[in-house]
């Protein structure tokens, strides 16, 4: 089964931009939508974004017109851009599948943590 690896987060002050990856080990060409999901404590995980293959993109409101999601299937890898970032936005970030067919394996996550 397909694994994930998620990078890119760290600390940042509000406002400030940090870009996550998830890089799959296989491919991910015929997993329709793609997300970003991230577990703040105390807090169940929720979806931020996901885009599908045919390029249509999907945001919480709460992230929308900040962060912007994208693939590319040759490279097995899906980024998340986040600005304008807030403390709010302080979680766990992972990426997995969104829909049908179920989540793939977890990956580690990537720890963002922003500071006001």
């Known amino acids: 089964q397909v694994q994930l690896v998620e990078s890119g987060g760290g600390s940042a002050q509000a406002g400030g931009s940090l870009r996550l990856s998830c890089v799959a080990s296989?491919?991910?060409?015929?997993?329709?939508?793609m997300g970003w999901y991230r577990q703040a404590p105390g807090k169940q995980r929720e979806l931020v974004s996901y885009?599908?293959?045919?390029?249509?993109?999907h945001y919480a409101d709460s992230v929308k017109g900040r962060f912007t999601i994208s693939r590319d299937n040759a490279k097995r890898t899906v980024w998340l851009q986040m600005n304008s970032l807030k403390p709010e936005d302080t979680a766990v970030y992972y990426c997995?599948?969104?829909?049908?067919?179920?989540?793939?394996?977890w990956g580690q996550g990537t720890q963002v943590t922003v500071f006001s």
């Open positions: 997995n599948r969104w829909g049908p067919g179920g989540y793939l394996n």
């Open positions: 296989g491919s991910i060409f015929s997993i329709d939508a």
């Open positions: 885009a599908t293959i045919g390029g249509n993109t």
